[in-house]
């Protein structure tokens, strides 16, 4: 019994440290205004993130507001103090001004990031 209570004491103050680590992720910004888009041409912009967590941060997902917004995002883990990316690839399909957005999934504690992109879209010249 005697070894059970001190193997407790020991294991507890380790296992409290490993789950006090979380990953946390901070975009540069969340907000993108494409200046010129033509009708059915593809506008892209790249969302960049840092992982100010004390864990490696993994985006599991970025799923978009329509199907006229295709995303691409950091695949492998991105340990403490680095950088990942949210690409993201916006096609469109009628004129006129436009919103979008794009909610990122990852492992990192809190609010999950909404990504958010505008514009206006004109038709060829």
Do not use: R
């Not at 020991?10 to 033509?38: D, R």
């Not at 864990?55 to 695949?75: E, F, H, M, N, Q």
């Not at 680095?82 to 492992?107: E, L, P, R």
């Amino acid at each position: 019994m005697k070894k059970i209570l001190l193997g407790l004491l020991f294991a507890t103050p380790l296992m409290t440290a490993g789950a006090a680590e979380k990953a946390k992720i901070e975009f540069n910004e969340t907000s993108y205004v494409f200046q010129e888009n033509i009708l059915g041409e593809t506008s892209e912009h790249v969302f960049v993130f840092k992982n100010t967590g004390s864990a490696p941060l993994v985006v599991t997902d970025a799923i978009p507001s329509c199907g006229c917004v295709k995303p691409s995002w950091t695949k492998q883990p991105v340990q403490p103090g680095d950088t990942g990316s949210v690409h993201v690839y916006y096609t469109s399909k009628v004129s006129g001004a436009f919103h979008k957005t794009i909610k990122v999934y990852s492992n990192a504690q809190g609010k999950k990031p909404m990504l958010t992109i505008t514009g206006e879209t004109k038709n060829k010249k």
